[in-house]
């Protein structure tokens, strides 16, 4: 399978099985996009019938390349299939958690999956206690591995410090014994960010997400404070210190999300980047039918629009000597993720998967208070094998709609979540998510077919 498309001057054509990229002239583009595999040594008849005869030296040209590429397996190359043990795992290891320190929250925003950080159930606090029992959990089921990943969450992380910091200090205990090697995420609104706490985070944790959504006004009319105020002005300051205080070596983004409500997101991307942040992330907003800034199927070629502004300025802005990073725009041309993880995306509810208060375990965040997604509980050993071989079961071969999708082995099928909130089944695609995904793949595609380009 071969996705050809253009965008700002640039053909691009992606070999979608062995993820090579071709930058074409226009005449092997139309070429290009003509072909059906097999391809034979000499350009069909009928193919190059369609070009004016003074064309006729460069369409031989032309093809010539591009029979080449295919003789190469960087054209029209075959999928291998993989083995179905390595598709559909017997018993993945869990390697991540995403630990519930806190449902609660000092925020009130009007799109909070998490109900304004309860969870749709009671406002509470993880003990110590149940906090080291998940660090034991996830030791027990890591098997062999040695990397565990450990992200703080909420509501809001940061009205739980106390537990965060005696998990970190007993995770870190544990390496020793069990010869592992913990990293740690938080994601935080920045209300509680103090002195310490920066200090704290930028010594501990490996990546910090820091939740703003742009322009004050954008950020005021979402993010509001408990007494109903504007946040932007309580947690900019706060943010920034954090991150120029930052060791470079060590990650962070700003996370912000877009609605219905302010689909001119480039806007906020760059009022991000002029505070001083870039690390920017940019992320539709998940929200029900009949909000009032829910993503529609018909703000979509607006939403392409502007995700191909944003790729332009950002070029400008390199071209200026100035830089930040996008991170839906992130793509590796060179390496990519692993083959498990282009066919299998996250690792939710087998290698990953989402601790509440309670010690309650969930397959990610967004599962929490699903009773029919309840896996166990820490606190007890419980874990439902059943429910982890359902997810690990589901792959860009076994989703319908992922199998002829040019984008699979880059989105790895999206989100679980986000399809069952759709249509309450993991297996079936969130069909506004793929086409928002084949967007921003595009756009990656050209910013990386840009740089190289014009390295040359």
Not at 61 to 89: D, R, V
Not at 367 to 379: A, I, P, R, S, W
């Amino acid at each position: 399978m071969v996705h050809c498309f253009e965008q700002g001057g640039i053909r691009l054509a992606l070999d979608v099985a062995s993820g090579a990229v071709h930058a074409l002239d226009p005449i092997a583009y139309r070429l290009c996009a003509m072909l059906t595999p097999p391809l034979t040594e000499n350009c069909p008849d009928n193919l190059a019938a369609q070009f004016t005869p003074q064309e006729a030296d460069a369409v031989r040209e032309a093809y010539a390349e591009l029979y080449s590429l295919y003789q190469e397996g960087l054209l029209f190359s075959e999928e291998e299939l993989l083995p179905e043990a390595l598709i559909k795992p017997a018993d993945s290891p869990v390697k991540a958690l995403c630990l519930h320190v806190s449902h609660d929250c000092n925020l009130r925003c009007r799109y909070c999956f998490a109900q304004t950080g309860d969870f749709g159930t009671v406002r509470s606090l993880m003990d110590a206690d149940t906090a080291k029992k998940a660090i034991d959990f996830v030791i027990e089921r890591s098997g062999q591995r040695r990397n565990i990943e450990i992200d703080f969450f909420g509501g809001e992380p940061l009205m739980a410090m106390d537990t965060v910091r005696a998990a970190v200090e007993y995770a870190r205990e544990q390496e020793k014994i069990h010869g592992k090697q913990f990293r740690f995420t938080i994601t935080t609104n920045g209300v509680l960010l103090d002195d310490d706490t920066i200090d704290y985070l930028n010594r501990e944790m490996s990546n910090v997400v820091l939740s703003l959504d742009g322009r004050r006004s954008v950020n005021d009319d979402m993010r509001k404070t408990v007494a109903g105020g504007g946040s932007y002005d309580v947690v900019l300051p706060k943010m920034q210190k954090l991150v120029r205080q930052r060791d470079p070596e060590k990650d962070y983004y700003v996370r912000g999300t877009y609605t219905a409500k302010n689909l001119d997101f480039v806007e906020d991307v760059l009022s991000l980047y002029r505070a001083g942040f870039e690390q920017i992330s940019v992320e539709p907003v998940s929200a029900p039918d009949g909000c009032g800034y829910e993503i529609k199927e018909s703000d979509l070629p607006r939403i392409r629009e502007e995700y191909h502004k944003l790729a332009q300025t950002m070029i400008e802005i390199r071209q200026k000597g100035e830089w930040f990073n996008f991170f839906h725009f992130n793509v590796d041309l060179e390496q990519g993720p692993c083959v498990i993880k282009r066919l299998r995306g996250c690792g939710a509810g087998c290698e990953y998967v989402a601790v509440t208060p309670e010690g309650d375990i969930y397959p990610c965040h967004q599962f929490v208070g699903e009773k029919d997604y309840y896996m166990g509980n820490v606190k007890d050993g419980s874990f439902s094998r059943e429910q982890a071989r359902e997810f690990a079961g589901v792959n860009v071969y076994t989703r319908p709609a992922c199998r002829d999708c040019w984008a699979k082995f880059y989105c790895s099928g999206g989100c679980s979540a986000a399809n069952f909130h759709a249509h309450g089944r993991i297996d079936q695609s969130y069909e506004i998510g793929c086409e928002l995904e084949k967007m921003r793949l595009e756009c990656a595609l050209y910013l990386a077919a840009h740089d190289s380009l014009k390295n040359e």
